[in-house]
């Protein structure tokens, strides 16, 4: 299976993965400021990637809210390693 994602930042299929798998340690705790940036940013750059089983069940898991999820996990470091 093959996902396009829409990203905030540009970057390698390599890094899109490690955030992309960082959705599995996901917890409640959401930082809603975070998310509201990572829905309303623009995100110019496109990345496909072929999924593994594995993150295909990551996938089915977040559904629809998985670029999004994504995007967050991508803000949510840089904004730690700021």
Do not use: C
């Not at 400021?33 to 990345?47: S, Y």
């Not at 996938?59 to 995007?71: E, M, P």
């Amino acid at each position: 299976m093959k996902q396009h994602f829409t990203l905030i930042k540009p970057m390698d299929a390599k890094a899109v993965r490690y955030y992309f798998h960082k959705l599995e340690n996901l917890n409640d705790e959401i930082d809603l400021d975070i998310l509201i940036k990572a829905i309303t940013t623009n995100k110019p750059f496109k990345r496909p990637l072929t999924l593994t089983e594995e993150e295909e069940g990551i996938i089915n898991r977040y559904g629809r809210a998985t670029n999004t999820l994504t995007n967050y996990m991508i803000l949510k470091e840089s904004k730690t390693h700021v």
